[in-house]
């Protein structure tokens, strides 16, 4: 069966722009001044946004490029710190060796337990990590577990354990919405950071 190809979209910042240098050619030879000056604010803040944007994701990038830098054992504090700057959060990252499976462990606000698992990999993280968590979830008397990786993600069998067993897979994403929200001061939701 021929696969379809997609078709490119065309970027709308794109097309504004040329639009808006379109009008102020046309204002411009007419000698319509009033719709040439709003024309080049337009222009203006449309230039504006775009480096806004392109800046956004250029630090977007270069903060998962540091987050791919860690070391394992540097991964495993940096999500025991994030944690830490929750409002109500308390995190201490266990020791490195004989941990029984969790990295991490935080108490939420209302006391409620979560153990972390964090994998360093340049792969998808398999299902032994959720074995692992869960494993540990009930070692450590913690009500909640998850696990978070800095790599591309989780493989098939590993979702449909976490989904079977309530755990949460967090990705690079998820670390930075929680950075974000801790930057914030403001508490996670329940979908991202269950207790």
């Given at each position: 069966m021929a696969r379809r190809r997609r078709r490119k979209k065309e970027d709308p910042r794109a097309v504004v722009t040329l639009a808006l240098l379109f009008g102020l050619f046309y204002s411009g030879i007419s000698g319509a001044w009033g719709l040439f000056a709003v024309l080049v604010l337009l222009l203006v803040g449309a230039v504006v946004l775009l480096v806004a944007q392109t800046r956004a994701k250029r630090t977007r990038a270069l903060a998962l490029r540091d987050l791919q830098a860690l070391t394992p054992r540097e991964l495993e504090l940096h999500v025991a710190q994030v944690l830490n700057a929750l409002p109500g959060w308390r995190a201490e990252a266990t020791r490195g060796s004989a941990d029984q499976g969790a990295d991490v462990i935080?108490?939420?606000?209302?006391?409620?337990?979560?153990?972390?698992?964090?994998?360093?990999?340049?792969?998808?993280?398999?299902?032994k990590a959720v074995q692992e968590i869960v494993a540990s979830k009930a070692f450590y008397r913690c009500a909640h577990a998850v696990v978070v990786t800095s790599g591309p993600g989780y493989t098939r069998a590993a979702r449909e354990l976490?989904?079977?067993?309530?755990?949460?897979?967090?990705?690079?994403?998820?670390?930075?919405?929680?950075?974000?929200?801790?930057?914030?001061?403001?508490?996670?939701?329940?979908d991202l950071l269950p207790a």
């Open positions: 935080a108490t939420g606000p209302s006391g409620a337990k979560v153990a972390v698992q964090v994998k360093k990999y340049s792969n998808p993280v398999g299902n976490a989904r079977a067993n309530g755990v949460p897979l967090w990705g690079p994403d998820e670390l930075f919405r929680l950075q974000a929200l801790a930057a914030q001061k403001q508490a996670p939701p329940r």
